[in-house]
């Protein structure tokens, strides 16, 4: 980030909102320095030339249980600047992403942060959450019957956390509340899609283009779809339908593969379906069809294999319903998904020139 970057954006009014970025011993690193750095961004842009200087949109502390350093989850210590007990007011809250350790998320860790969290609600402010930190502002109930949000890692552990809350892991953000004071972002980096939010909605439209084009930073417009990876429950206890989900997995492309786990179970074909469905959440053929385009999702990202082949090798004849399909399953044409998603050829060391020469980027077929 250079001084000298002008940002042209007209700020409307001239207050700034306090933000507080709150740390916990869960969290993050990555993600509370670079909402630190970003919302703080207009302090390190001159204005347009002939334009008046203006106040920066934002101040952004962050703030914690006490003062002084905190070790984060990643190792890390960070510097808490006020302790909650210190801020009687803010505009705008914001719980960084935390990692969950295999046991979890223990609910009732902290409850004064609870407490606090609510009475700045209370008194007007907005609350966010950058993925996984919505495990937390989910413990105020205030996301109870609301929208919102989370890493599609965690979905299914914060269903069990919080199932008063309508969770969907696939959006990007997440905005609800009567007054748009809910927000929620999705998995790790799309703290970018929050923050340029923010910066749109209180700096305006042009304000949040240039910090984007400042820290080349993108929207997720896409949603998060095209990122996850299907993984089939397992974990229901119906063994007859673990049996068929593990002759599945070696042989997803062969022909008609319903009626083939059908006949292998001896189940009646309705008793198979029904319990199928119950087992895993979807219907077998909707589950063959994720099965299949995770295989696909792989091979696009791998190799430089034709589409078509591509299809074929996962079990589908037809290119055009292949392609249907991928793109109705991932949000992606199969063509846009491998570009985005496969190692460019400068970065891939089975194809790198000879040590010393200069690498440039080629165009992905």
Request: hydrophobic share 45%.
């Amino acid at each position: 980030m250079t001084r000298n970057r002008s940002i042209r954006a007209t700020i409307p009014g001239t207050s700034t909102r306090h933000v507080s970025l709150l740390a916990i011993p869960d969290a993050v690193l990555s993600t509370l320095s670079g909402v630190f750095d970003v919302m703080n961004a207009f302090a390190f842009m001159t204005p347009a030339p002939g334009a008046a200087p203006a106040p920066p949109p934002f101040q952004v502390d962050i703030v914690g249980a006490a003062r002084g350093p905190l070790m984060l989850a990643s190792g890390v210590p960070t510097m808490v600047q006020r302790a909650v007990d210190e801020v009687r007011s803010t505009d705008i809250v914001i719980v960084p992403s935390i990692l969950l350790g295999p046991e979890g998320w223990q609910i009732g860790r902290y409850p004064a942060l609870v407490a606090w969290l609510r009475a700045m609600h209370a008194q007007g402010a907005i609350l966010c959450s950058a993925c996984s930190g919505i495990f937390l502002l989910g413990e105020t109930g205030l996301f109870d019957a609301q929208h919102a949000t989370v890493h599609f890692g965690y979905a299914e552990a914060f269903r069990r956390a919080h199932p008063q809350v309508q969770v969907h892991p696939e959006r990007v953000l997440v905005v609800s509340g009567g007054r748009d004071d809910l927000v929620s972002s999705g998995a790790s980096m799309a703290w970018h899609d929050l923050v340029l939010y923010l910066i749109a909605r209180f700096a305006g439209a042009v304000a949040a283009q240039e910090v984007a084009r400042s820290f080349a930073l993108q929207w997720h417009q896409d949603g998060l779809t095209p990122y996850m990876v299907f993984e089939g429950r397992r974990d229901h206890g119906d063994a007859e339908i673990v049996q068929a989900q593990t002759w599945l997995d070696a042989h997803y492309q062969v022909a008609n593969p319903v009626e083939e786990m059908i006949r292998q179970s001896r189940l009646a074909p309705r008793t198979f379906k029904r319990r199928f469905t119950v087992a895993t959440g979807v219907a077998p053929i909707v589950y063959v069809q994720s099965l299949r385009v995770e295989q696909a999702k792989r091979r696009l990202e791998r190799t430089d294999v034709p589409v078509e082949q591509v299809g074929w090798q996962v079990g589908y004849e037809d290119p055009a319903f292949f392609r249907r399909l991928f793109k109705r399953v991932t949000g992606l044409s199969p063509g846009t998904y491998r570009k985005r998603f496969a190692i460019p050829s400068f970065a891939d060391a089975s194809r790198s020139p000879i040590s010393g020469t200069t690498l440039t980027q080629q165009p992905m077929r």
